[in-house]
């Protein structure tokens, strides 16, 4: 009674809700943009896969998670798989109530069965179809099949029910995301299923779902849109040898409590809505909607097809399963599929897609009415209806047969070289044995084709890049489309490195003409744009892929496909141009000294080179264009005449580098000459002239270098710094005489580079004479004196000469100083105990050991006819009639006390020729 009673008022507040929330078809901008092309198959949020769930489940599979640098997740790959199991309905006792049973409801209370597509459509604009799409984006345009993502995207309508044995257990399956489906995917005979599971990006991979509820089975309620969110669940993918060519990936509900409630956004979420549905859904209705989800493969990671020894191991029959051994790789590696869409023997590559519904879904064991025995990911699956449910799904092109480069010619005679400049371009380039030296093959080689016991190879370990080395002047004769006429036959299809091979025939289909077969080769140039294998003749010395593509019949059903490409390095070898410098190049400068650099340029692949130079690692420089047409090979002259001519700065150590340039635009081997400019020296005589060109004294010499010139090549030379004898000598003028020129000079000099020899350069100083007549006394006696203890001042009592200056030509600018030893007794032993002073108009100042100006022409009188200053001095005999203030010249002063003795002193007179300092 409570139960009905709660159903009819969550009926009522069903209804109520609707009218304040009425049912609309879905709005573009209500869509989540996730899936990008596959967005009309999504109806609600998409999801990630929850990596997690499962995680401390033993029997799930492991999950690895892979980052770049900065630590984001860029992929999510399952690195084992969970196993598959399988049963059948089984039911105890008295029917479903009172009996145990294995059905579904033992694992969730909401049921999802597949159902026709159409109700939906006019209630909310669309109901699509069950279908599965898939499609292929190659790693690269040169190589379709190579690496890339192979993308598959389902969308299945559903009816969803809930079968209550328990309230409480429909409640907790709807928000813990118990509910779901399986989805099995079966590949092509020989695909690996494994490993293409592995090759699941699930960091790229999603899921959504959308439903609306219908009362009593036909009419739609007027209810808002449902969202039951569906997500992946990759650790329950499972993989069985019962049905080794399928995998089954589980899509179930998301689990409420992983998310807040922000995040939840259309969930289907609350409580007592949830309640009221139960019991709706239970008593009145079901649910119609849809499940969408998307996969991406990454084809790199695929392993490859399997291996025959692999399909003996799951028990394949290789008469029964034909298909499967056809399809097997049993190339070292499994070379032939590794990281390649697997190949399909009609050039069609579908993916079988099965919805494994609730109704194909079992308990693992029996379990009366109400009892779980764990949850949809615990289900085991009725084999006798895995293709129940199957779903519409599109074909992608794939491949029958692949490129595999070898030289058709099989002559390998004289045919070894060491570096491909040697070899017979009408003899094989199979120069690599597939074998070693017990007859087995290498670890990377196989026989290819069924029959055929030829084990030689093109240089390389893999069928699909083999090597091909080969001159420059042998390739035109040689390959491709770049073939000459006359090896047309020898090459085959105008390309003797060309081989076609059918992977499920395993023959040789080059040339059968039933193939239709259409071929190209195309390089790829440094910007990553392919260009016709006519540009291969740009790439010299290094080594160059070419891409080989084309299409041609599939093994079976005649359709024309695309053959799986091949890559093949050619090397074309190319002799650089040769520089060789002469042995006597100048090495050694002076700065300004030309020198000359030369040398021989030789080229035997082109009729012309340029060289260039470039100084100290500088910009490079045109020398010369030689011609080597006439004899390539011959070694051709040049030189840099006019070496250096270098400033000032460019003293030191110079690197001259010198390469050649050939119309190939080829660069020789970089040559260099080492050049070392050191400093000129020069040497200046100093001259010291009188009016006579007669030597007033010895010459002067200065040595300089380029160090010491001014940035404009000048030395300042002052002729103040090296002028002689200020005092005696009036300097006039100077003159630099270099062999016929004389010139003359100024102050400052400033001798230039055309002034300087490096042996020497003279430099003349002229003067005049400035030497008066002078006279000084040749002895001041003071006479004897009487010992005293007391102090007493002397004149002297008589004067032996003069100090007279006459004849002088300087009349002003001159001054006559004095200065006096110690006064010292006669045996050098005794100071007299004294002070010898000069006066000047009574004045007196001390002259001993001090120099003291005792005439000078500018302020004591005038001189210009000479002066006699000794009549001025007063002597003992005429001190009387001298007033105290006009006494001149020298006196004694005794403090008393004086040994006796005979006393001594010099003077030392000082003419200056000059202004006074």
């Not at 609306?212 to 990759?234: E, G, Q, S």
């Not at 290094?542 to 390095?569: D, M, Q, W």
């Amino acid at each position: 009674m409570d139960r009905k009673i709660k159903g009819l008022m969550m009926l009522f507040l069903t209804f109520f809700l609707a009218a304040v929330f009425p049912l609309t078809a879905a709005a573009a901008d209500d869509e989540d943009p996730n899936l990008g092309e596959y967005d009309e198959f999504k109806f609600g949020k998409e999801y990630e896969p929850d990596i997690n769930l499962g995680a401390d489940d033993p029997n799930a599979g492991q999950i690895r998670e892979e980052t770049d640098e900065n630590g984001n997740v860029t992929g999510i790959f399952l690195e084992s798989l969970m196993e598959t199991n399988y049963t059948t309905f089984q039911q105890t006792g008295l029917g479903e109530v009172l009996g145990a049973n294995n059905n579904y409801t033992k694992l969730s209370s909401m049921k999802l069965l597949t159902r026709d597509a159409g109700f939906l459509a006019n209630i909310v604009g669309i109901d699509p179809k069950a279908e599965f799409r898939t499609s292929y984006t190659p790693g690269s345009s040169s190589e379709p099949f190579k690496g890339g993502t192979w993308k598959g995207t389902g969308i299945v309508p559903l009816t969803a029910s809930i079968k209550l044995e328990g309230a409480s257990n429909a409640l907790s399956d709807i928000q813990t995301g118990n509910y779901g489906a399986y989805v099995r995917l079966a590949f092509s005979p020989g695909v690996d299923a494994r490993s293409m599971a592995k090759s699941i990006n699930w960091k790229n991979s999603g899921a959504s779902s959308r439903y609306i509820l219908r009362a009593l089975n036909t009419v739609p309620l007027p209810f808002p849109k449902l969202y039951f969110p569906v997500t992946w669940a990759p650790r329950y993918t499972r993989w069985s040898e019962d049905d080794p060519s399928a995998i089954y990936i589980l899509i179930k509900g998301v689990n409420y409590s992983n998310f807040s409630l922000s995040e939840r956004g259309d969930m289907t979420t609350r409580p007592i809505v949830l309640e009221g549905l139960i019991a709706t859904l239970s008593g009145l209705g079901d649910i119609l909607g849809h499940a969408a989800g998307h996969i991406d493969i990454d084809v790199n990671r695929y392993e490859g097809n399997l291996t025959r020894n692999e399909l003996i191991e799951m028990n394949y029959d290789p008469i029964g399963n034909a298909d499967a051994f056809k399809g097997a790789d049993n190339s070292p590696g499994k070379v032939l599929t590794k990281g390649t869409l697997p190949p399909d023997p009609a050039n069609k590559l579908e993916w079988a897609f099965y919805l494994l519904d609730n109704e194909l879904m079992l308990a693992p064991g029996l379990a009366g009415y109400g009892k779980r025995l764990g949850g949809i990911e615990d289900a085991y699956f009725d084999i006798s209806k895995l293709e129940k449910n199957p779903v519409e799904n599109n074909s992608i092109p794939s491949w029958s047969s692949y490129f595999s480069p070898i030289d058709k010619i099989r002559d390998v005679s004289d045919q070894i070289s060491s570096d491909g400049l040697n070899l017979d371009p009408l003899k094989s380039f199979n120069l690599h044995s597939q074998l070693d030296g017990e007859g087995n093959y290498l670890a990377t080689e196989f026989q290819e084709l069924d029959g055929d016991d030829y084990t030689m190879a093109l240089e390389g370990s893999l069928y699909n890049e083999r090597n091909l080395t080969i001159s420059h002047k042998d390739l035109l004769m040689t390959y491709g489309e770049l073939n000459d006429p006359s090896l047309s036959e020898k090459g085959g299809r105008g390309n003797r490195f060309m081989r076609i091979v059918d992977f499920f025939e395993r023959k040789d289909i080059t040339d059968d003409p039933t193939k239709s077969i259409v071929t190209s080769q195309t390089i790829l140039d440094d910007e990553g744009n392919q260009q016709p294998i006519s540009a291969l003749m740009n790439y010299l010395n290094v080594s160059r892929p070419v891409y080989f593509n084309g299409t041609a019949t599939a093994s079976v059903g005649g359709e024309t496909g695309k053959i799986n490409s091949a890559i093949l390095n050619v090397l074309q070898k190319f002799e650089k141009p040769i520089i060789k410098l002469d042995d006597q190049n100048s090495t050694d400068l002076k700065l300004r000294e030309r020198g000359q650099l030369q040398g021989t340029v030789s080229s035997v692949e082109s009729g012309k080179v340029k060289m260039y130079y470039s100084l100290d690692g500088g910009e490079y420089q045109l020398l010369s264009e030689i011609d080597t047409s006439n004899d390539l090979g011959d070694e051709k002259e040049f030189e840099i005449p006019n070496l250096l001519y270098l400033d000032v700065g460019d003293i030191g150590t110079h690197t001259f580098s010198f390469k050649a340039v050939d119309e190939y635009n080829q660069e020789s081997d970089i040559v260099t000459q080492t050049v070392n400019v050191s400093a000129n020296k020069y040497k200046i005589n100093l001259k010291y002239l009188n009016n006579a060109d007669e030597p007033i004294t010895e010459a002067r010499e200065i040595e300089i270098d380029d160090t010491d010139l001014a940035v404009d090549g000048t030395y300042n030379l002052n002729l103040q710094d090296y002028e002689y004898d200020k005092d005696n000598w009036i300097f006039k003028y100077a003159t630099l005489n270099k062999e016929s020129t004389q010139y003359q000079l100024a102050d400052p000099v400033s001798l230039t580079l055309g002034m300087l020899e490096k042996n020497q350069t003279n430099v003349n100083y002229y003067y005049a004479a400035n030497l008066p007549e002078f006279t000084v006394p040749n002895a001041i006696d003071f006479g004897e004196k009487k010992t005293e203890f007391k102090e007493k001042n002397y004149f002297p009592e008589s004067i032996d000469g003069k100090l007279e200056i006459k004849n002088n030509t300087n009349t002003t600018d001159w001054a006559l100083n004095v200065e006096s030893t110690k006064i010292i007794d006669s045996n050098q032993s005794k100071e007299l105990n004294g002070a010898l002073s000069y006066y000047k108009n009574g004045a007196p100042k001390n002259v001993i050991n001090e120099s003291l100006t005792i005439f000078d022409a500018n302020s004591d009188g005038d001189a210009s006819s000479g002066v006699t200053i000794s009549d001025d001095w007063t002597l003992e005999s005429n001190l009387g009639n001298v007033p105290e203030n006009k006494r001149n010249g020298f006196s004694i002063k005794t403090a008393g006390g004086s040994s006796k003795g005979d006393y001594k002193a010099t003077l030392n007179w000082t003419f200056i020729n000059g202004i006074q300092p």
